[in-house]
């Protein structure tokens, strides 16, 4: 079984606890505590078994930078949550995008890894003040995949970014382990090489 790991990431009030119960448990729980927490679900999908384990740290805010570091060290992909009527949530998810990237790569990690970027709460629509064009444009300069959704409105649209995210995840872990198990061979090789090399010389 494939152990996948997501961190969950977001302003206070983005709704991003709201976002991950609603997939775990297809249910809508408006308000929660703002306690760190550990999920843990099994699932299939593609017909392959997976133990699926999401970090749902205390909110960040903009000064959140020492609360990312663990989260972002661990898990192998994210999902960063803003409200589409607050902007101050948006430039809260655009600086949590920069310090994962910036994270990863002062950790020596891939910087490509898998990410998704989640305007939140679409049913406030009419009182919105972060456009989908602005959310679209964001994910596209850090390549990430972009989706607006309603916690309190559909299960469907949650599961289906969860399911891409997943997807992408498995990707990104198989393309790490061909890498390593090639860069191994190659180092395997030249040993082999320099050894009977050197025993041919001497003969």
């Known amino acids: 079984m494939n152990d996948i790991k997501l961190a969950l990431l977001g302003s206070p009030g983005a709704g991003k606890s709201a976002v991950l119960v609603r997939f775990l448990t297809r249910r809508f729980i408006g308000e929660y505590a703002s306690n760190a927490s550990l999920y843990h679900k099994r699932l299939s999908i593609d017909g392959r078994q997976l133990n699926l384990e999401v970090f ?27 409200n589409i009527s607050d902007r101050t949530s948006f ?35 009419h009182v919105r ?21 309603s916690a309190a409105e559909s299960y ?16 990104h872990l198989k393309y790490r382990a061909d890498r390593r198990r090639y860069s191994g061979s190659k180092s395997m090789a030249k040993l082999i090489n320099n050894v009977f090399g050197k025993r041919r010389k001497s003969v």
Request: contains cysteine; hydrophobic residues 35%; charged residues 30%.
């Open 56 to 82: 749902d740290p205390c909110s960040q805010g903009s000064e959140a930078r020492c609360i990312l570091e663990e989260p972002v060290d661990w898990a192998d992909g994210f999902v960063v949550v803003y």
């Open 156 to 171: 469907q649209d949650i599961a289906n970014l969860f399911t891409h995210l997943i997807r992408q995840v498995m990707e």
């Open 129 to 149: 003040q972060v456009r989908e064009d602005e959310g679209r444009c964001l994910a596209q300069e850090n390549r990430c995949r972009f989706q607006e959704v």
């Open 91 to 125: 430039i809260n998810a655009k600086n949590l995008l920069r310090q994962i990237r910036e994270t990863r790569v002062d950790n020596c990690k891939e910087t490509e890894v898998p990410v998704c970027l989640v305007g939140n709460k679409q049913d406030l629509c």
